[in-house]
C-alpha cells in the first residue's frame, strides 16, 4: 500500500490506483477545462505563495496568456495530415530539492492530455506542502484533470515503482544519476519511453567589456539576476551556475570579478539569505578539497553564503557539490575557450554580454557536446517546454499520421 496525497488522501495499492486511473480516457490536448483548471491554480497558487520566489514564477508561467501561448506552439506542431495526440499514463519521478519542479512535469503532460501518476517525496518541505494544499483546493472543481491525476508519496520500494510502470506509458524521471539508474532497472511495458534528467552542471559567462560599460545601478541589479539563479534551491538546480567565467581583458578582469562578488554579497544581505550550519561546513570541506585537486589562484570567503575561489583552468567540479554560494571564477581571452572542456551532462549558459553572433558560434562549435540551454542572467531557472534537448510538448505526445491520397487502381 501507498500514500495518495491528491486528488484525495488514502492508502491505496498501487496496481489497483494505476487501473482505475487508466479506466478514465486520456482528454484532448489543451481542452477548454485543462486550460481554466491551469489558471484557476495560477491564481491560487499567487495568493498563496507571496513572498516564495519560486512559487511566484511558477504561478507566472502558468498565467493565461502563457497557456496560450503554448497552445498555440502544439497546434503549431500538427497539420492536416499529422494529429497530436496524448501517449496515455505519464509516471514522474521527479527531485526532493527543487519543490516547484514536479508541477511544470505534471502541467505540461496534462495540458497534452495525458493521464499522471507523480510520486513525491516523502521528505517534502513546507513550500511543496504549500503547493500540494493550492491543487488540493482547486482541482476538486475540474472532473477531467481530477480523475487523471494521482499523486502520491512512497520510499524507494521498487515493487511500487514496478507496479506504477506497468500501467505507463511514459515515464519521465528527474534526479541525479543515483536516481535515474535506479529506477531504470524497473522495466517499462515494451510500448512505453522514457526521459531521463540526470545530474547536470551549469555555468555562467561575464564579457568584461560589457561589465565594465555598466553603471553602478545596471550592476546592481545584475547582481541580483545572478542570485535569482544562483540561490533560488541554494545553488542545488541543475541550472543554477557554479561556474563562472569571465571573458575578455584579463588585466581588468581582477578588479571587475570583485566588484561583482562584492555586489552580490550585497544582494544576499538584502534578500537574508543564509545558509545552515551543515551547509556552511560542506562548502567550506569542497573549498579545501578544490585547492588540493584544482590549481586556484584565490580565495574569498567573507560571508557564510558566498565563497569565490579563482581557478587558472577550467575546473573539474561536476560531481558531488555543497551548494549554498560556492563559485569558481575562470577568466579567458575569449568565450570559445571553454568549447573543449564542455561535457555532455553540462545544460545551461546563462551569459551577460556578449553578442547573439557570439554565442551562436559557441554552440556551433560545440555542435552537440554538451550545453543545452543559453540564457541571460536572471533565466536559469525559468522552467521552459524545451529542456535537457527535449521539447515535452512533443514528447508528451504522440503524432498520428494520415494519408488521405487514393490507391493507385489502374
Known sequence: ?????????????????????????????????????????????????????????????????EVRRLADSYASLGSDSTLLRPRGTVLHVPPANVDT????????????????????????TDQANLIIGAIGE???????????????????????????????????????DGTVNAVRRVPLPPHATELTFPDRFSMAAVDTAAYAALGDSERDRLATHFFNDAYWFDQMGCSS?????????????AELTADFARRVEQVIASKSYSVDTATAVAKM???????????????????????????????????????GGLFYFQTVDDLLEIAPNIERRDQTLSQFGFSAAKLGELGATLNGRGIDRIVPFGAALNFNRFWDGYDLLQEFSRRVTIDASAPQLA
Not at 499567487?46 to 496568456?65: D, I, Q
Not at 515493487?159 to 510502470?165: D, G, N, W
Not at 551556475?241 to 578582469?253: D, Q, T
Open 138 to 176: 482547486v482541482i476538486g472543481g475540474f472532473p477531467s484533470v481530477r480523475d487523471t491525476t494521482a499523486m502520491v508519496t512512497y520510499g524507494h520500494e521498487e515493487t511500487v515503482t514496478a507496479a506504477l510502470s506497468a500501467g505507463s506509458d511514459v515515464r519521465i524521471i528527474w534526479g541525479g
Open 285 to 323: 570541506l569542497q573549498s579545501y578539497r578544490s585547492m588540493i585537486d584544482v590549481d586556484v589562484t584565490s580565495y574569498s570567503h567573507d560571508v557564510n553564503e558566498l565563497t569565490v575561489l579563482g581557478v587558472k583552468e577550467f575546473p573539474d567540479v561536476r560531481g558531488e557539490f555543497s551548494g
Open 241 to 253: 551556475p557554479r561556474l563562472v567565467v569571465w571573458a575578455g581583458e584579463r588585466e581588468a578582469a
Open 101 to 124: 519542479l514536479f508541477v511544470y512535469s505534471w502541467l505540461l503532460a496534462t495540458l497534452t492530455g495525458n493521464r499522471n501518476v507523480v510520486r513525491l517525496s516523502e521528505r517534502a
Open 1 to 65: 500500500m501507498i500514500r495518495q496525497l491528491l486528488p484525495e488522501a488514502r492508502e491505496v495499492d498501487p496496481a489497483e490506483l494505476v487501473a482505475e486511473l487508466n479506466s478514465h480516457p486520456t482528454a484532448r490536448p489543451f481542452s477548454d477545462e485543462v486550460v481554466d483548471f491551469t489558471v484557476a491554480l495560477s491564481r491560487r497558487l499567487s495568493k498563496v505563495g507571496r513572498g516564495m520566489p519560486e512559487t511566484e514564477a511558477l504561478a507566472f508561467w502558468m498565467r493565461k496568456a
